[in-house]
């Protein structure tokens, strides 16, 4: 077997960590339940914990707005709970990942601070400031990712500050080398504490344009979308090449960096021996509905299409990384509606898809990435109102849907679909009061369906979603396919159908084939692709050659020789 780092034959599980686990009852989840629910992940093959910020925050866009790299929120725990984390976690063989978040400070950080109270300050130019035009207005007509400009005037300065985001979260001048030295600082404290990577926030936007200027308006409220005007500019893979040697070059660790934007084709360029991180989030599989960025008042809801496009985007990305690189596999993030409604129509079953969803995640090439929930099949939210609404991005996406004239309730149907809090409910552990999450009121209410998806009744279901996730899981790492699954090459077939996704894996003799249908209806294909084949896992018990069910996904294996049996 070839030999693999310990990254890329593990399970990643990110955690949300203000929905996991409530120990205090303040409603909010924190480190401690991190550190109490570490058996159960460990059900799951999991050996690495992707943390979403635990960092000081203001709040403002969920712990994505720092105010201190080092050190901790009191609303997540102690240093000292971290370190215990950390600490637990390596006893189970589990490596804790740190989100760093590098584009951007909260505006109650200190270096902020000092940058805008003037222009002699020592950390003047630590964020990105301009003049205004001749009239006073913004520099540039460029929309923030969550609505409105994306400058923001200081009066201290009598100057503007670039936000890629909200107002709250200035940019940092990446061009200073103070500033860079500063993050990697920050970086390393956390690997001097023992973790075991990092996954890297937004880094697309972090080298800006040499001039700025204003870009063709998009929307009724005549601004642009900053993505198209400042993601990876040139120049932008030297900042990672000396990130990467400051910091990571060297080290037991795995990086995977946020790369919005970043097509399958340049993948090569940011990824692999030559690039600046071990693995890369790109997109183009999960922004299939946005076509002119992600406006979700332009996007196409799902669509008939949506099965065939998505296969081609997943083959891209394989064959993209089949010698360079390593491929994370994800369908569900904590910005991402969840999969069992994003690639099916609304009338698909959840409990079906989301175990349509998990065969291709953990068959395909790469490491998979399983979001919280996303192993119980937990589905959208849909509220009334957008006042129930945490997500600022939800919120300022309504506002834009409005002022192009859509109606409340057509604003509220975008906003069911796309808000980033989908994803963010609470965690659902028992089908008691608020789903054994918290003992207080949480801060996102549970969803209604709890009592029944949840890890107390799943575990007791052989047939439920996360004992569907448990065996996949196995399978990958232990079974006599686990090779196959782990390194094998990848090759698509019957690419021309939108209805069928298949696909080999190969290794040494060996193959494994996969065989999805994406539509509600049985469909046939050529039986005799699995001849001599044994079923190595199936969503629907009593699989046929030559036959898939509504939604039903099956993996066939053979082995070396032709003999038949059960995968162990």
């Known amino acids: 077997m070839k030999e693999l780092k310990w990254w890329q034959k593990t399970v990643v599980y990110q955690v949300y960590p203000k929905s996991f686990l409530d120990t205090t009852g303040s409603g909010q989840g924190d480190i401690p339940g991190i550190t109490r629910k570490l058996d159960y992940l460990k059900t799951l093959g999991v050996g690495a914990i992707w943390l979403t910020p635990v960092y000081p925050s203001p709040m403002v866009d969920n712990g994505y707005d720092i105010a201190d790299y080092t050190a901790i929120d009191p609303a997540y725990g102690t240093m000292a709970d971290m370190e215990?984390?950390?600490?637990?976690?390596?006893?189970?063989?589990?490596?804790?990942?740190?989100?760093?978040?590098?584009?951007?400070?909260?505006?109650?950080?200190?270096?902020?601070?000092?940058?805008?109270?003037?222009?002699?300050?020592?950390?003047?130019?630590?964020?990105?400031?301009?003049?205004?035009?001749?009239?006073?207005?913004?520099?540039?007509?460029?929309?923030?990712?969550?609505?409105?400009?994306?400058?923001?005037?200081?009066?201290?300065?009598?100057?503007?500050?670039?936000?890629?985001?909200?107002?709250?979260?200035?940019?940092?001048?990446?061009?200073?080398?103070?500033?860079?030295?500063?993050?990697?600082?920050?970086?390393?404290?956390?690997?001097?504490?023992?973790?075991?990577?990092?996954?890297?926030?937004?880094?697309?936007?972090?080298?800006?344009?040499?001039?700025?200027?204003?870009?063709?308006?998009?929307?009724?409220?005549?601004?642009?979308?900053?993505?198209?005007?400042?993601?990876?500019?040139?120049?932008?893979?030297?900042?990672?090449?000396?990130?990467?040697?400051?910091?990571?070059?060297?080290?037991?660790?795995?990086?995977?960096?946020?790369?919005?934007?970043?097509?399958?084709?340049?993948?090569?360029?940011?990824?692999?021996?030559?690039?600046?991180?071990?693995?890369?989030?790109?997109?183009?599989?999960?922004?299939?509905?946005?076509?002119?960025?992600?406006?979700?008042?332009?996007?196409?809801?799902?669509?008939?299409?949506?099965?065939?496009?998505?296969?081609?985007?997943?083959?891209?990305?394989?064959?993209?990384?089949?010698?360079?690189?390593?491929?994370?596999?994800?369908?569900?993030?904590?910005?991402?509606?969840?999969?069992?409604?994003?690639?099916?129509?609304?009338?698909?079953?959840?409990?079906?898809?989301?175990?349509?969803?998990?065969?291709?995640?953990?068959?395909?090439?790469?490491?998979?990435?399983?979001?919280?929930?996303?192993?119980?099949?937990?589905?959208?939210?849909?509220?009334?109102?957008?006042?129930?609404?945490?997500?600022?991005?939800?919120?300022?996406q309504y506002e834009l849907a409005r002022r192009e004239g859509r109606s409340v309730s057509e604003a509220m149907q975008i906003i069911h679909r796309y808000s980033r809090d989908n994803a963010r409910t609470p965690m659902q552990w028992t089908s008691d009061k608020q789903a054994g999450f918290t003992a207080g009121i949480p801060w996102l209410p549970v969803h209604g369906d709890f009592a029944d998806c949840c890890v107390e009744a799943e575990e007791r279901d052989e047939n439920s979603v996360l004992s569907f996730y448990r065996r996949l899981s196995h399978l990958r790492r232990e079974s006599q396919a686990a090779e196959v699954l782990q390194q094998g090459d990848y090759e698509e077939v019957m690419s021309e159908r939108g209805d069928l996704y298949a696909f080999y894996r190969r290794w040494e003799g060996q193959e494994t084939l996969t065989l999805v249908n994406f539509t509600g209806q049985e469909i046939t294909y050529d039986g005799m692709l699995a001849s001599g084949c044994f079923v190595l896992i199936e969503t629907m018990a009593g699989s046929r050659p030559g036959l898939l069910r509504p939604y039903e996904a099956v993996c066939y294996f053979r082995k070396k020789t032709d003999e038949a049996g059960e995968g162990k």
């Not at 222009?119 to 923030?144: C, F, H, L, M, V």
């Not at 999969?339 to 898809?353: E, G, I, L, N, Q």
């Open 84 to 396: 215990k984390l950390i600490a637990e976690a390596k006893k189970r063989d589990i490596r804790i990942v740190m989100d760093l978040v590098f584009n951007h400070t909260s505006d109650q950080h200190s270096w902020f601070q000092q940058s805008k109270s003037g222009r002699d300050q020592e950390k003047a130019d630590w964020y990105i400031w301009r003049d205004g035009k001749a009239d006073g207005s913004a520099p540039t007509n460029w929309r923030s990712i969550f609505g409105g400009s994306a400058w923001t005037w200081c009066e201290e300065r009598q100057q503007y500050y670039l936000h890629t985001f909200a107002k709250a979260q200035p940019d940092l001048n990446w061009e200073n080398p103070a500033v860079r030295q500063a993050l990697y600082g920050a970086a390393n404290f956390w690997l001097d504490k023992g973790v075991g990577g990092f996954r890297i926030d937004a880094i697309v936007y972090i080298k800006k344009p040499a001039v700025f200027v204003d870009g063709e308006p998009d929307s009724a409220d005549g601004l642009v979308n900053i993505h198209s005007m400042i993601a990876d500019t040139p120049g932008i893979l030297d900042f990672l090449h000396e990130f990467r040697r400051e910091v990571f070059m060297g080290k037991d660790i795995f990086t995977v960096a946020e790369a919005n934007g970043v097509a399958p084709s340049e993948l090569k360029d940011w990824v692999g021996k030559q690039g600046a991180f071990d693995m890369l989030f790109e997109f183009s599989h999960t922004n299939l509905e946005f076509t002119d960025g992600e406006l979700w008042s332009h996007a196409t809801g799902y669509r008939p299409d949506i099965p065939q496009r998505l296969k081609a985007c997943l083959t891209a990305s394989q064959l993209a990384t089949a010698e360079n690189g390593w491929y994370p596999i994800f369908f569900e993030n904590h910005d991402q509606f969840r999969s069992v409604r994003h690639f099916f129509p609304d009338s698909a079953d959840a409990r079906v898809t989301a175990k349509t969803m998990a065969t291709i995640l953990f068959t395909l090439r790469g490491t998979p990435f399983v979001y919280e929930g996303q192993e119980l099949g937990m589905d959208n939210v849909a509220w009334d109102s957008i006042d129930e609404y945490n997500d600022i991005s939800s919120k300022g």
